[in-house]
């Protein structure tokens, strides 16, 4: 048992997080995402739009503790009105629903006066379409009548990205790839992500899809990348915040946007190539 406590704490150190508590919360948010999908679409809509509201109190939070305020109960409300849109609306819906919050909570930060107003209403606007506007993305892939199939898909791009470049950058991880922003990624992990990712949309993209397997392959490619900038850019936001992590809801992950980051950024993607697969194909 020593020996196991001694491996399992040295993949802690490397990997930067812990392990076993990683795996749970990964394949228990899988399980809710899977049952949400089987019993009703509009569970899961739901499921995404409380994870956007989690992910922008954490937001709030962060910002606030550098001094620049947002208002939490304005975000909350606009975050709630772009999630419905979504679903009644379609991609349509979501853009209008954005056009007319920005302006609104613009409008809202007003009464603070003008003392920090350009920095509230660049956070402001930062949040809005980094979490609802960017999670719509989630509520259109499963708002379609093959919206179950599409979604699982995303589910297993994004898990393979995020699994084997974890796994294969723990084990022979050497080269940093962006050692400013995130020092625990390495090319080696990427490699890991490329090579599993591709397979995972060749697979998913042929039986759960039943598209054309070079379609996923495709697909896998443009979600590494996705999926790594996303990542890259929520680290790159804790650093520039002095945070380790965004919170601590999500033990072996962090806080909600630690698990959203390669999430929202390829949401949008997959969406867009699904719609182009849709007409061109």
Not at 123 to 138: D, E, I, K, N, Q
Request: aromatic content about 10%.
């Amino acid at each position: 048992m020593s020996d196991i406590h001694s491996i399992n704490e040295a993949i802690n150190k490397r990997a930067g997080r812990k392990l076993l508590p990683s795996i749970a919360v990964s394949l228990s948010l899988i399980a809710l995402i899977w049952f949400a999908l089987a019993y009703h679409r509009e569970v899961f809509a739901v499921v995404v739009a409380v994870a956007v509201l989690l992910g922008i109190r954490e937001i709030v939070r962060a910002f606030s503790a550098r001094g620049t305020y947002l208002s939490i109960n304005a975000l909350i409300i606009a975050s709630i009105a772009l999630s419905y849109a979504a679903w009644e609306g379609g991609v349509a819906g979501l853009a209008v629903g954005t056009a007319i919050a920005i302006p609104i909570l613009l409008i809202q930060l007003l009464t603070k006066g003008p003392e920090g107003f350009v920095a509230s209403a660049t956070a402001t606007t930062f949040s809005l379409l980094y979490l609802p506007f960017l999670g719509g993305f989630l509520i259109l892939l499963a708002r379609t009548s093959t919206g179950f199939e599409r979604v699982m898909t995303f589910v297993v791009l994004v898990s393979c990205n995020d699994t084997f470049g974890y796994i294969v950058g723990v084990l022979i991880g050497k080269h940093p790839m962006a050692p400013k922003i995130s020092p625990k990624k390495s090319w080696e992990g990427l490699a890991g992500s490329l090579i599993f990712t591709v397979i995972g949309g060749v697979l998913a993209f042929k039986y759960i899809m039943t598209m054309h397997w070079w379609i996923g392959a495709v697909a896998g490619l443009m979600i590494v990348f996705t999926a790594t900038c996303g990542d890259l850019i929520e680290s790159a936001m804790k650093r520039d915040l002095a945070l380790k992590d965004m919170g601590s809801l999500l033990p072996g992950h962090g806080g909600m946007l630690d698990r959203l980051d390669s999430v929202l950024i390829s949401a949008p993607a997959l969406w867009l190539a699904l719609e182009l697969v849709k007409n061109w194909l």
